[in-house]
T-cell receptor
């Protein structure tokens, strides 16, 4: 089983719909991130959380919100989806030591979202 | 804001040929990380470089961090079909003092290897 699990893996929705992407991890990491991947643009940080009570905006947070329901769960919501939010979304985790030393992120399998 | 540029965007090679991807940052980096994403997969951490001029090797992969800590390269010797994928460089946003996981990624280089 994957250590970082994302659901759904694929989703097609219509403009204006509310969408939630969920991420859960069994790695025991305290730090969680949501990144968005678009072809030719690499990955861009949407939101990140260092613990349950800590939520921070990344470079492209507009149109998104997040919820850290527990140490192991971090959800990304699109309140009113629009076509340019069509992308591949990745959840990632790291622990405190790795985050301050190696920076290694552990990524989920990704959630491919299409907004029509 | 901080920008990380990566070239080339695509590279097609014959199996056995060498491959290099280059990464340039608009700001000095405290460290640089490299990730590999197989087709249809997720990014997987390869390595982190921290010191100016640092060179690290992983089997056929050689990673370099520039003297000014603004550029980096990944060189693969004698490519194999298992090397296929997208290679990303990434640097910490801001000073990186609180988190090296807040990353600015390059656009990635897509490597295809023809057998």
């Amino acid at each position: 089983d994957a250590d970082v699990t994302q659901t759904p893996r694929n989703r097609i929705t219509k403009t204006g719909k509310r969408i939630m992407l969920e991420c859960s991890q069994t790695k025991g990491h305290d730090r969680m991130y949501w990144y968005r991947q678009d072809p030719g643009l690499g990955l861009r940080l949407i939101y990140y959380s260092f613990d349950v009570k800590d939520i921070n905006k990344g470079e492209i947070s507009d149109g998104y919100s997040v919820s850290r329901q527990a140490q192991a769960k971090f959800s990304l919501s699109l309140e009113s989806a629009i076509p340019n939010q069509t992308a591949l979304y990745f959840c990632a985790t790291s622990d405190f030591w790795a985050d301050r030393h190696t920076g290694e992120l552990f990524f989920g399998e990704g959630s491919r979202l299409t907004v029509l | 804001g901080q920008q990380v540029m990566q070239i080339p965007q695509y590279q097609h090679v014959q199996e056995g040929e060498d491959f290099t991807t280059y990464c340039n940052s608009s700001t000095t980096l405290s460290n640089i990380q490299w990730y590999k994403q197989r087709p249809g997969g997720h990014p997987v951490f390869l390595i982190q470089l921290v010191k100016s001029g640092e060179v690290k090797k992983q089997k056929r992969l050689t990673f370099q961090f520039g003297e000014a800590k603004k550029n980096s390269s990944l060189h693969i010797t004698a490519t194999q079909t298992t090397d296929v994928g997208t290679y990303f460089c990434a640097g910490p946003q801001g000073a990186g003092g609180t988190s090296y996981g807040k990353l600015t990624f390059g656009q990635g280089t897509i490597l295809t290897v023809h057998p």
